[in-house]
Antibody, heavy 118, light 110 residues
């Protein structure tokens, strides 16, 4: 049974960089699947951030492409999210997910709240 | 705002059948599969329906999905109190070249 666990700072200052990792257990990332990040601002809906294929190919939300980097570290069996130049609008619960396609997340982490504030 | 439009709320009584709509366009629902997620309060989303009408293992057959043209629907039959949650549709958009989610529908079981 695959499990995903997000971790990272809960508070980031405006204009700085948000960095999160997602530890995967119960499945080897290098074996396959897509791995993605989705976020949800407090009280609002879901927004796809981007996805990385196990081979390293990446797919990003066009509205975030200039600021986001998603990568996998197969040696640590984890994926990472880096979002630069954050503003208050980036305050959200960030989820990582295993995906069978870009729009289909079959297993999700519990999510981690990141607040952008000085 | 979302390119996939859902009603903000829906409701029903136990045992009733309810449907939740998701309206899009030719570049998303009209040409790609639709997926549905259930989000119980305070929890991560859970995949409910994928590829328009497929249920992952463990999802009761009370949940079903369908699509016609540029609109899709999620139907829940035999409504139960534990179905009270937010429901989201999602699809790839060929024009925007990204995954789009609907704004979500809050289902209340009366």
């Amino acid at each position: 049974q695959v499990q995903l666990q997000e971790s990272g700072p809960g508070l980031v200052k405006p204009s700085e960089t948000l960095s999160l990792t997602c530890a995967v257990s119960g499945y080897s990332i290098s074996s396959g699947y897509y791995w993605g990040w989705i976020r949800q601002p407090p009280g609002k809906g879901l927004e796809w951030i981007g996805t990385v294929y196990h081979s390293g190919s990446t797919y990003y939300n066009p509205s975030l492409r200039s600021r986001v980097t998603i990568s996998v570290d197969t040696s640590k069996n984890q994926l990472s999210l880096r979002l630069i130049s954050v503003t208050a609008a980036d305050t959200a619960v960030y989820y990582c997910a295993r995906q069978i396609s870009l729009a289909v997340g079959t297993a999700w982490g519990q999510g981690t709240l990141v607040t952008v504030s000085s | 705002q979302s390119v996939l439009t859902q009603p903000p709320s829906a409701s029903g009584t136990p045992g009733q059948r309810v449907t939740i709509s998701c309206s899009g366009s030719s570049s998303n629902i009209g040409s790609n599969a639709v997926n549905w997620y259930q989000q119980l309060p305070g929890t991560a989303p859970k995949l409910l329906i994928y590829t328009t009408n497929q249920r992952p293992s463990g999802v009761p057959d009370r949940f079903s999905g369908s699509k016609s043209g540029t609109s899709a629907s999620l139907a829940i039959s035999g409504l139960q109190s534990e179905d009270e949650a937010d429901y989201y549709c999602a699809a790839w958009d060929d024009s925007l070249k990204g995954v789009e989610f609907g704004g979500g529908t809050k289902l209340t079981v009366l």
